[in-house]
T-cell receptor, first 113, second 115 residues
Framework: SAVISQKPSRDICQRGTSLTIQCQVD?????MFWYRQQPGQSLTLIAT?????????ESGFVIDKFPISRPNLTFSTLTVSNMSPEDSSIYLC??????????FGPGTRLTVL | AQTVTQSQPEMSVQEAETVTLSCTYD???????LFWYKQPPSRQMILVIR??????QNATENRFSVNFQKAAKSFSLKISDSQLGDAAMYFC????????????FGQGTRLTINP
């Protein structure tokens, strides 16, 4: 399976600010995904990021709030914009690996005050 | 749209015993994948086991095995010889074999191992 790293691992931010989360993979992958896990909840897909094209957002998530970049096949960023306390969550990136299986990064724990 | 249901918010088991976590799903598709992921307090999502819907044989990975009942749309996880390190949130997930590659997760089951 791919080795995936995320930065930062955690952050505490003030409302109204933005945070960019980075996801780095040790091998080239076609598809990368960004999930949100609100406190005590399950994971929900925010968007799918393909290299060379616009990200595909799920219902309830918009590009202005969660802009995503995918400059190459090993890297992606997710920005959480104009944050409010409701954005406090764990944000996880994942990649599509062998055998149609997704592998996850360690996650970024975001707290918005 | 596909949905995944885990009806057991919490389960506990004695160390070295066997426990079964339940998962049901709803889909109109015939070709798909099912997964169990484990999330310890470190929050890392770890793949436990994977099942392809077209395979009748139940997947096994060491102490972990599944009971896949396609007609009943049921996908339970059995953990044998439970160990303290098995304590975690367990999530069942569905993925279509075609089209959207996203995972649809259940609500999770918190598993506690009693020494």
């Amino acid at each position: 399976s791919a080795v995936i790293s995320q930065k930062p691992s955690r952050d505490i931010c003030q409302r109204g600010t933005s945070l960019t989360i980075q996801c780095q993979v040790d091998s080239q992958v076609t598809m990368m995904f960004w999930y949100r896990q609100q406190p005590g909840q399950s994971l929900t897909l925010i968007a799918t990021a393909n290299q060379g094209s616009e990200a595909t957002y799920e219902s309830g998530f918009v590009i202005d709030k969660f802009p995503i970049s995918r400059p190459n096949l090993t890297f992606s960023t997710l920005t959480v914009s104009n944050m409010s306390p409701e954005d406090s969550s764990i944000y996880l990136c994942s990649v599509q690996g062998a055998s149609d299986t997704q592998y996850f990064g360690p996650g970024t724990r975001l707290t918005v005050l | 749209a596909q949905t995944v249901t885990q009806s057991q918010p919490e389960m506990s088991v004695q160390e070295a015993e066997t426990v079964t976590l339940s998962c049901t799903y709803d889909t109109s598709e015939s070709d798909y994948y099912l997964f169990w992921y484990k999330q310890p307090p470190s929050r890392q999502m770890i793949l436990v086991i994977r099942q392809e819907a077209y395979k009748q044989q139940n997947a096994t990975e060491n102490r972990f095995s599944v009971n896949f009942q396609k007609a009943a749309k049921s996908f339970s996880l059995k953990i044998s010889d439970s160990q303290l390190g098995d304590a975690a949130m367990y999530f069942c997930a569905y993925r279509s074999a075609r089209g959207a590659q996203k995972l649809v997760f259940g609500q999770g089951t918190r598993l506690t191992i009693n020494p």
